[in-house]
C-alpha cells in the first residue's frame, strides 16, 4: 500500500511477473479501445509505462501522468528503451490533469485505475477540460467478478472484489461529469474498456 498523499486505493502496481502474462499484448488493447496513429494521448496514472511505450509508437505525442515517482521514472526508462522522444512525463495527482496538460488532446486513456478514484466527477470533469471536441476517455477496468475468479499465474490478482466496477456503474459514476458512455469493448480475459464521449 502506498503511503503516498491522494494515492487512489487498490491502484498499486502489481507484482512483478504476472503484468506481462496478463497483457502480452499491450499494443493490440490500446487498438481495441480506439487509439488510433497520430492521436495526442494522455496516460493517465501511467504506472511502470505498460502501455506507454506501446502508446509512444502509435501517438503523435503522449503525456504520461502519474503520482509515484518511482514509477513514472520506470515508464520513462521503459519509453527511453524503445528510442521514442515523443513523450512528456509529469509526477502529479490525475485530478491536476487540466492544470498539468499543455494542450487538448484526442484521448485520455486511464488503465486499471479507475476503480480507486474516490471523486469520480472531480476526475471526470478534468480529463472532459483536456478532450479535444470529438476527443475519448477510455478507460479499461477489471471486470466485477470475484477477485477468486480473476487468477493470473495461479494466484487471485487484481483489485479488491468490493472495488471493482460494472461498466453501468463506471458510466454512473462519470456522467454528472458529463460524459457518455460511448463503446464497451471486451478485453479478455479479465477486463473491458470503457469509452466515454463528451455529452
Ligand atoms: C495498477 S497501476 C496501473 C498502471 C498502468 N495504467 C497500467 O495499466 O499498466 C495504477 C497506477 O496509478 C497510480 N496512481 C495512484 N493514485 C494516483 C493519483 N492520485 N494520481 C495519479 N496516479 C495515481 C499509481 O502510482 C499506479 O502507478
Redo the contacts with the bound molecule.
Keep these: 500500500m ?1 503511503d503516498l498523499p ?3 486505493q487498490g ?4 507484482t512483478a511477473g504476472w ?1 506481462p502474462a496478463l497483457w502480452p499484448d499491450p499494443a493490440g488493447v490500446l487498438a481495441a479501445i480506439g487509439i488510433a496513429r497520430g492521436m495526442d494521448v494522455v496516460d493517465l ?3 511502470d509505462g ?2 506507454t511505450a506501446p502508446l509512444t509508437a502509435i501517438a503523435r505525442h503522449v503525456v504520461a ?4 515517482p518511482a ?1 513514472l521514472e520506470a515508464a520513462r526508462r521503459r519509453v527511453m528503451a524503445t528510442g521514442a522522444i515523443n513523450c512528456t512525463f509529469i509526477a502529479d ?2 485530478y491536476k490533469l487540466a492544470e498539468r496538460v499543455p494542450g487538448p488532446v484526442d484521448y485520455v486513456l486511464m ?3 479507475f476503480h ?1 478514484v474516490p471523486e469520480p466527477v472531480r476526475l471526470g470533469r478534468a480529463v472532459a477540460r483536456v478532450l479535444k471536441p470529438g476527443g475519448r476517455f477510455g478507460i ?1 477496468n477489471w471486470h466485477k467478478r470475484p477477485r477468486d475468479e480473476t487468477p493470473v499465474k495461479g494466484e487471485p490478482r487484481g483489485p479488491r472484489t468490493e472495488l471493482r466496477l460494472s461498466p453501468d456503474e463506471t458510466a454512473a459514476r462519470l456522467a454528472p461529469a458529463g460524459l457518455r458512455l460511448a463503446t464497451i469493448v471486451e478485453l479478455p480475459p479479465y477486463h473491458y474498456g470503457a469509452i466515454f464521449a463528451a455529452a
Design positions: 502506498s491522494g494515492f487512489f491502484t498499486e502496481m502489481p503484468w496514472c501511467c504506472g505498460w502501455f501522468i502519474d503520482l509515484d514509477f495527482d490525475a488503465a486499471n485505475a480507486g479499461v
